[in-house]
């Protein structure tokens, strides 16, 4: 993996750790990332009974930040990728791991 590559995943780690401050972003990424569904704002909104208006703030706030994507295979939709989200909690484990083992 090139540093390019790990400064982006240690972003949207960082990204994903700072989600409990908006509520509705965390929990728009929550759910596309349980669901594995592709979903619209609409769809999202009516699930999770957030206002259309407040759903498409936060999907857009996720997308500027590389949690989640637009979806290829459904216009006007998103998704989360969670082979993305696994890397980074990996990549985050291990430099933990490193870390405690640097203490000793």
Same mark, same amino acid.
């Given at each position: 993996?090139?540093?390019?590559?790990?400064?982006?995943?240690?972003?949207?780690?960082?990204?994903?750790?700072?989600?409990? =401050? /908006?509520?509705?972003?965390?929990? +728009?990424?929550?759910?596309?990332?349980?669901? %594995?569904?592709?979903?619209?704002?609409?769809? +999202?909104?009516?699930?999770?009974?957030?206002?259309?208006? /407040?759903?498409? =703030? /936060?999907?857009?706030?996720?997308?500027?930040? %590389?949690?989640?994507? =637009?979806?290829?295979? =459904?216009? %006007?939709?998103?998704?989360?990728?969670?082979?993305?989200?696994?890397?980074?909690?990996?990549?985050?484990? +291990?430099?933990?791991?490193? /870390?405690?083992?640097?203490?000793?």
């Amino acid at each position: 993996m090139s540093e390019d590559q790990l400064g982006k995943l240690k972003e949207k780690t960082e990204a994903m750790l700072k989600l409990q =401050r /908006a509520p509705s972003q965390f929990t +728009i990424f929550y759910h596309l990332l349980g669901t %594995g569904k592709t979903m619209t704002v609409k769809d +999202i909104s009516s699930e999770l009974e957030l206002t259309p208006k /407040a759903t498409e =703030r /936060a999907v857009a706030k996720l997308l500027e930040k %590389g949690l989640v994507q =637009r979806s290829t295979f =459904r216009e %006007g939709s998103y998704n989360c990728d969670s082979k993305q989200v696994l890397l980074s909690l990996l990549m985050t484990t +291990i430099e933990l791991t490193e /870390a405690k083992g640097k203490k000793k």
